[in-house]
């Protein structure tokens, strides 16, 4: 029952998924806002609607930005015809906020523990 | 989102007291549930085991940052690695921080766990569905304990 044996199992291992720095990006979080009403989208689409209202990105910044975000795993790209459509998938962001709260909920009762000991 | 936590908790108890109930490592222990081999010292390794009954066989290690006097204890650590099998060594840890402010009734605890964005999301979820039940279920039970003998 060693690390070892289970990287050996995992001949490469898996990208990392940054989540968090994935988004913490303002186009990004716009792409994904647009995204997550469920309906895949081609990058010509997403070019053309206001992410940003001032700021105009170039579909090549919007390609950057996706791939991101693919990496990721919080939109996957597929293929509709000869287009690429972007889509998004809920499930890296969901179990971010499902650790964040089983951590969250550890302090707290650690941290009445630590009340308990201090004012007794 | 938020890639923090923070908690804020008074505490009616003078700040000297929360003080030393944060940094003497056999204090820390006592409510903490670890078991630590030595005193905290700034830069060095702090190692140990779980003290909660059935999961004595995990250890717990923090890189003590700061300790100013009465104000700021910190360590770095792998926030709530749960599984033994698992080699947490070369993800990169998150930064917990103990504040201390007087105020009229006693002390102000302000902590901040910092750091999720470089934790892998694979390792989180794995860490996370294999242990959630039962560690849960663990601190329910000790906080009864506790809730009673107080």
Do not use: C
């Not at chain 2, 100013?68 to 070369?90: G, I, M, N, Q």
């Amino acid at each position: 029952m060693s690390p070892k044996r289970r990287s050996n199992i995992a001949a490469r291992p898996r990208p990392r998924s940054p989540v968090f720095a994935a988004l913490g990006d303002e186009t990004r979080l716009a792409l994904v806002t647009k995204l997550s009403s469920g309906q895949p989208r081609s990058i010509s689409q997403l070019t053309n609607s206001q992410l940003n209202k001032g700021s105009r990105l170039t579909r090549q910044a919007i390609t950057k930005h996706l791939r991101v975000l693919e990496r990721a795993g919080i939109v996957h790209s597929v293929r509709v015809g000869r287009e690429s459509r972007f889509e998004f998938d809920p499930q890296p962001i969901a179990g971010i906020q499902e650790y964040l709260d089983f951590v969250s909920e550890q302090w707290d009762h650690a941290l009445s523990r630590l009340k308990s000991f201090v004012e007794d | 989102m938020d890639d923090r936590i923070e908690k804020r908790i008074e505490l009616k108890a003078p700040v000297p007291r929360v003080w030393r109930a944060l940094t003497d490592y056999r204090e820390f222990g006592e409510w903490f549930r670890v078991k630590l081999d030595g005193p905290f010292v700034p830069g060095q390794i702090s190692r140990g085991h779980i003290t909660y009954p059935g999961y004595e066989h995990l250890k717990w290690e923090a890189v003590v940052q700061k300790m100013e006097p009465e104000r700021l204890f910190s360590f770095t650590w792998h926030p709530y690695a749960v599984d033994p099998r698992a080699d947490y060594s070369k993800e990169t840890p998150t930064l917990v921080e103990f504040r201390l402010e007087k105020t009229a009734s006693g002390t102000l605890l302000v902590l901040t766990e910092s750091g999720f964005d470089k934790i892998p999301s694979n390792r989180r979820l794995e860490a996370f569905r294999r242990n959630e039940g039962g560690w849960a279920e663990q601190m329910k039970n000790i906080e009864k304990h506790v809730a009673q003998a107080s």
